[in-house]
């Protein structure tokens, strides 16, 4: 399933995307990250993935007992943000959206941003880690 947030557009001119290698994972705004959350647990849960107790910062952890492997990583739900007008698309794999936390312990590596943070996803550096990004510094787009 999916679901439709507009990240660019935010009460008193705040909103929009930008990147951080200050900020170990992706920080979403309250309501981004619910909907992040709520859609990842039910495909998680439609594939056996059960929940378990959560380890901060993280809001949503889950036993790795009965979760898939494959050669680069673990078999999640995927996910993938859409940046409006951007017409960009972004796709997380499980090596960039599962943080393993402790035996049996992975947790989905967002974290939420609160209620009307200055931006409302701030894309960390665990997200980053083994993405090619390309930036034309010219026309201020990646």
Not at 3 to 24: F, L, M, P, Y
Not at 25 to 42: C, D, H, I, Q, W
Not at 97 to 114: A, H, I, P, T, W
Request: glycine share 10%; with cysteine.
């Amino acid at each position: 399933g999916s679901r439709e947030c507009d990240a660019a557009r935010h009460t008193q001119g705040k909103g929009g995307t930008k990147i951080s290698t200050v900020n170990a994972y992706t920080k979403l705004e309250s309501s981004v990250y619910k909907a992040v959350e709520a859609a990842f647990t039910r495909e998680a849960a439609a594939m056996g993935i059960k929940r378990v107790a959560v380890v901060k910062p993280f809001g949503a952890c889950f036993s790795t007992r009965n979760v898939g492997s494959t050669r680069v990583g673990v078999v999640v739900p995927e996910i993938e943000l859409s940046f409006a007008g951007a017409r960009a698309r972004w796709k997380v794999f499980d090596s960039n959206s599962m943080v393993f936390m402790k035996s049996e312990v992975m947790c989905l590596g967002f974290v939420d941003g609160g209620e009307n943070p200055e931006t409302t996803i701030v894309i960390g550096g665990y997200q980053l880690e083994n993405n090619l990004l390309q930036f034309d510094l010219q026309n201020s787009k990646m």
